[in-house]
């Protein structure tokens, strides 16, 4: 096993060590399963969340952990790179690679617990009165991140959280953020909607959501609108015949 503490965690270093032999551990609560499975446990008064990637398959086996960095890790060292330009997402513990002959069975990411909420129940409850601003606020949380350079590789309204604090400001957070990209620049145009292109929500708030991103940066929002809802038709296009063909060769579709 292989595993790597935030230098400010090292109190969870008894739980790393042998996480994954308790990753099972009945009393821990499971917040997600499905490709992957994801827990949240309580060390000595400490909410923490432990997400297992599932196993590689084929040769990724080998080359994951020696050639190539763990999901896990890359999350780890991404979470890093976010905090440090501002952005916010839960705090990283520790990432940890579990080994079983010569490759590699699963990985583990460990990080602090986060009371944030879903995007996607925003979009689903859109026009509702309390969706319209925090959408706003959304918007301009995502001209932040294309400005720093920031690229989220599975940029969805799942992976996307918010907050509203006892003031009445919003607040968003990044999860699942294996893949991504950082530059130093801000994204070209192209970049831009080429990353907004996976926000698969319904067409009602994606276009409010567009029109309120044209509004922060100045650009026209009808052209924007338009643009985004381009590359997000054809995201869906090619996403649909991948599966298509999915089912046609294996009889079942990618979740």
Known sequence: MKYAIHPDMERFCP???????HFNDPQAETLFAGRNTVR???IEGERIVVKRFRAPSGINRLLYGRLRKSKARRAFEHAS?????GVHTPHP??????YRGKGMACSYLVTAYSEYHDLKLLTQEFPAPHTTE???????????????????????????????DAEGNYHFELI???????KDRPLTRKECFYNLRRLTCPL?????IMACYAEV???????????????????????????ALKRFFFGKKKK
């Not at 739980?15 to 032999?21: A, D, K, R, V």
């Not at 699942?176 to 950082?182: H, L, Q, Y």
């Not at 985004?228 to 015949?241: N, Q, S, V, W």
């Open 81 to 85: 790179m976010l905090l440090e330009r």
């Open 217 to 243: 940066r100045g650009w026209n929002s009808r052209y924007t609108q338009l643009d985004a809802a381009e590359g997000l038709l054809g995201f869906i296009r090619a996403r649909d015949r991948r599966n």
């Open 93 to 98: 513990i520790a990432w940890c690679e579990e």
């Open 176 to 182: 699942d953020i294996n893949r991504m990209e950082f």
């Open 40 to 42: 949240a446990f309580t």
């Open 134 to 164: 925090a959408l706003r606020a959304f918007a301009g949380f995502v001209v932040e991140l294309h400005e720093k350079g920031i690229m989220h590789g599975d940029f969805n309204n799942s992976n996307t959280q918010w907050l509203l």
């Open 204 to 208: 009602a708030p994606y276009t409010y």
């Open 15 to 21: 739980f790393i060590e042998t996480l994954p032999t």
